[in-house]
């Protein structure tokens, strides 16, 4: 397995789906979409518009739900990481002792969880007449993680075997337009260290 070696340029997209184009994307995400249409269902009695309209509004909303996958995967990696208890500990011990370090293996698996809800506005003449909400659900599941931390923040992550699973679904439909899970071992040095919050 090839460390990915994350980064404030890797993204949620990068990472899940690698170089899939657009097209592959997308097809796939019209192809679950729901049948009568997304702009269709949020207009109704509000505008109507021709089908080829409809059709491209369709492909404008997905294009730019796609676009939020483009997101940097660290920072809820990394805020995920700061939620674990021992890790806490640590942070409390390295600011008492800011010359030490301490590294944290998490020796149950633990998992990450992070869910967004980005949306796409309808705007007409400047005013929105309507909204689009999306919900991206990331699941990290980590195995043999190694946590460095010094002065109370997480300088490195070195975790030799991490899931993750990726959600992309239009709010109050099911099923979800895109999903995928991949396997990976993660790499992260932090640059600046991420101060970890003690409760």
Same mark, same amino acid.
């Given at each position: 397995m090839v460390p990915v070696e994350l980064s404030h340029t890797t993204s949620v997209r990068a990472i899940a789906f690698g170089a899939t184009g657009n097209d592959t994307l997308l097809a796939a995400m019209r192809s679950r979409m729901p049948q009568g249409g997304i702009a269709e269902a949020h207009l109704r009695g509000r505008r109507t518009l021709p089908p080829a309209?409809?059709?491209?509004?369709?492909?404008?909303?997905?294009?730019?739900?796609?676009?939020?996958?483009?997101?940097? &995967?660290?920072?809820?990696?990394?805020?995920?990481?700061?939620?674990?208890?021992?890790? *806490? =500990? !640590?942070? %409390?011990?390295? #600011?008492?002792?800011?010359?030490?370090?301490?590294?944290?293996?998490?020796?149950?698996?633990?998992?990450?969880?992070?869910?967004?809800?980005?949306?796409?506005?309808?705007?007409?003449?400047?005013?929105? &007449?309507?909204?689009?909400?999306?919900?991206?659900?990331?699941?990290?599941?980590?195995? *043999? =993680? !190694?946590? %460095?931390?010094? #002065?109370?923040?997480?300088?490195?992550?070195?975790?030799?075997?991490c899931s993750l699973k990726v959600t992309l679904k239009l709010v109050g439909w099911d099923p979800e337009l895109i999903t995928k899970e991949v396997h990976l071992r993660v790499r992260l040095p932090v640059n600046p260290p991420m101060r970890i919050p003690l409760p």
């Open positions: 309209s409809y059709r491209m509004l369709n492909g404008r909303i997905l294009e730019t739900a796609l676009g939020f996958l483009n997101e940097d &995967i660290s920072a809820p990696f990394l805020a995920g990481l700061g939620k674990y208890r021992e890790l *806490a =500990t !640590a942070a %409390a011990d390295t #600011r008492a002792n800011p010359q030490s370090e301490t590294v944290v293996s998490l020796v149950d698996p633990y998992e990450i969880n992070s869910t967004q809800q980005p949306y796409v506005a309808l705007m007409v003449n400047d005013s929105e &007449i309507a909204r689009v909400t999306f919900e991206i659900t990331l699941a990290f599941g980590m195995f *043999a =993680t !190694a946590v %460095a931390v010094r #002065r109370g923040a997480i300088e490195s992550v070195d975790c030799e075997a």
